[in-house]
Every structure is written in structure tokens, then in C-alpha cells.
């Protein structure tokens, strides 16, 4: 089975399950337009021109994942663009992890460095007829805070825009965005530096 | 500037400064056939359908770098597939580093774990008539040793079953390959099991 044959299959189990566009896109590490072509495969449209980014075997495996959030964590530390080596105290109040696959990665960079969490839940996995996105309750406010907002993989930076939105209107102030993988190439979204650990670029 | 644009001036630039195709392949983590496109451009020859990992950010700093060759490590300890999770017993002798990209990484897994270290110079870099490939005699030999295989990115795999053959014919036995970034979503090249952290899939 190709990988593209692979990718139609679980896209379509996980929509049999229930699951909205929206939340398979976040599974599967997709844009939107890849899994709607996925799903419907319709005639006379092109086959998506995108890059499937598969974690898994270290995503399964919390000391594998740990490890990569301290990377993230010392790649901010170590790799600051054009400045000095940083210092702890250059850290952020709050880590915004974006739902559901940034969150882990969020949670242990807050648990390692004292910080307090907040968990973004993007309007894409809202079910009401006017989706919205919202923080979560169980976990920190965010008013007033300096926020690096975490996320697995920046494929559009569409969901990043709605989060440093979401963060801005709520009077908190983003100051930065950590993904493993970027598949844009971007060094900032809507003014806010984006620091990845690899950067993955389609070719032809 | 694209993507591919920023490629096509770097291999050019690798080129002027007298790098061969090969190492102009190793050092962009590209396949030679991608490689040879970027050079010339021909008319009528197709853009290369591959996909550029970029994971500076990591290998430029020795903090970051050694962490992901602990990863490396630890995904073959905790996450074996099929099978119970491994004991240290069962390492193999030596790791052999592929120059110049996996040498940095399986020196450090050597390191760690107090195995032989062995470097294998691709016939790629190779700049006589009838290219060869070879073991650095600065380091370790492999004769009857068992060898674990370390290289950053499985492109095509051609060096890698170039790396298989030559450590056969020299009495030693490949037990696995360890790599960050798999694009071939192999499980294994001649008969040697493929461990990768990540599998970077191209769609369309």
C-alpha cells in the first residue's frame, strides 16, 4: 500500500468513528484541503500536494517525548536567533499548548521549567454550527500572561493564527510559537517568531 | 525566495566551491537524482518529486545534537518492534557512523554506551575513476563484529545497501539500521531492520 493508499484508509476509519475533518487533520498531521481530498477524492481534483509527517514511535514513548520537549526547551535556550544565549529568566509566564497533539509536548516544558499550562482548543474541533475555539478550564487563565504557544506540527499556520488571535483578544501577549516540524518554512506568523526543531520542505 | 529556488543557489554554490554531486547530496540531505536536476535544470526534465529535511537547527548545537543521538538510543531500547523491551546485553559490538552526516550521531551513541566506533566513507565521495567505498582507518575495523548502521536521512537507500554489501563482504554482521528521518517508509533494506524516529511521507 502506498503511503497515499495508507492515509486514505485511516482518514476514512477515523471518519467512520465520527471524527470531523478537523480533528483528522490534527491526527494525521495534514492540512485541511489534504484530508477533504482524502475523504472525497472527487474527479478533476489533483491529488493533494502535501507532506505526511509520521512521530509516532516517538510519540508513543514518554522518555522518547520528554526528550523532545527538552529540545524544544533548549533550542530556545541555546539557538536564539540573532541574540545572546538566553537566560531561565527570559522564559514566558504560561505555555498555550494547542490541543490535542501539543498539549504533552506543553505539558512537560511546563512541568520542567515551574511555568503554568494552558491547553487552546482550536474552533476545528468545535461541533457547534458557529465553530469557535476556547482554552480549556482545568488548566491556567491567561490574561496578562507572556505566552509560547506549543504545537506539534505548523502545516497552514492557519490554527497558529487562531490561537495568537484567540490569546491577543483574551489580553494575553504571545511571544512565541515552538513546533518540532514546520512544513511552511516561516520565522514568524502574524508577528510572532516561530522556533521549530526541523523544517520540512515539499520539492516540485 | 522558494523553496527549491534557495536549493537550486546552494547546490550551485556547493558545486562552484568543487563538492561533488554526492556530497552536494549528503550535505542537503537530498537523492543524487535531485541533486543532478538542481544543477542543471534541464529543459524538459521534470522538478524532483522529493522532500527536503532541514534539522540544522538541532545538529548545530552539540546539546541538541546529543539528544537526538540518545533518542536514537533509546527508541531501539524501549521501543523494539515486536518484541519484549531490550536489555543493554543486547547492543551490538560497534556502530558504524555513515560520513559525513551519521558520524557526529554514532560517535555520540558510541560514547554513551561504550561500543567500538567505526566510520564508513561512501563510494559517492569517492573521487577516483571507479568509485569505492571505505572504512576510515582511523577507526575502529569490523570483522566479526555485529554493527549497528547510523546515518541522518534515508533518501533512497542506495548508500545504505552499499554500506550492508560492504560490511558483508568484510566478515561483519549488520543488525539494524538506526536513522532520524526515514522518506522511504522502509522497514528494512536487504534483510536489515530499518529504526527511524521519524517517517516523512511525500503525497501527490
Same mark, same amino acid.
Given at each position: 500500500?502506498?503511503? #497515499?493508499?495508507? $492515509? +486514505?484508509?485511516?482518514?476514512?476509519? /477515523? ?5 470531523? &475533518?478537523?480533528?483528522? !487533520? ?78 504533552? #509536548?506543553?505539558? $512537560? +516544558?511546563?512541568?520542567?521549567?515551574? /511555568? ?5 482548543? &482550536?474552533?476545528?474541533? !468545535? ?78
Amino acid at each position: 500500500m502506498s503511503a #497515499l493508499e495508507e $492515509l +486514505i484508509t485511516k482518514a476514512k476509519a /477515523l471518519q467512520a468513528e465520527g471524527h470531523t &475533518p478537523g480533528q483528522i !487533520s490534527d491526527e494525521l498531521g495534514l492540512s485541511m484541503e489534504t484530508v477533504t481530498w482524502l475523504l472525497t477524492q472527487q474527479k478533476g481534483m489533483e491529488a493533494p500536494k502535501d507532506v505526511h509527517i509520521d512521530w509516532a514511535a516517538v510519540g508513543s514513548h514518554g522518555v522518547l517525548l520528554n526528550d523532545m520537549a527538552m529540545m524544544m526547551l533548549k533550542r530556545f535556550l541555546y539557538l536564539e536567533e540573532g541574540g545572546d544565549v538566553r537566560a531561565i529568566e527570559d522564559l514566558p509566564d504560561t505555555v498555550v499548548g494547542i490541543a490535542p497533539s501539543g498539549a504533552p #509536548l506543553a505539558t $512537560l +516544558i511546563a512541568a520542567e521549567e515551574g /511555568l503554568k499550562l494552558a491547553v487552546y482548543l &482550536p474552533a476545528k474541533h !468545535s461541533r457547534s454550527e458557529a465553530p469557535t475555539g476556547s482554552l480549556s478550564g482545568t488548566f491556567s487563565a491567561i490574561a496578562a500572561q507572556r505566552c509560547i504557544i506549543v504545537d506539534d506540527v505548523v502545516t497552514t499556520g492557519t490554527t497558529l493564527s487562531e490561537t495568537i488571535a484567540f490569546l491577543r483578544q483574551h489580553g494575553a501577549t504571545p511571544v512565541a510559537v515552538w513546533s518540532l516540524f514546520d512544513k511552511r518554512g516561516a520565522r514568524e506568523i502574524d508577528g510572532v517568531p516561530v522556533h521549530s526543531l526541523f523544517v520540512i520542505s515539499r520539492l516540485g
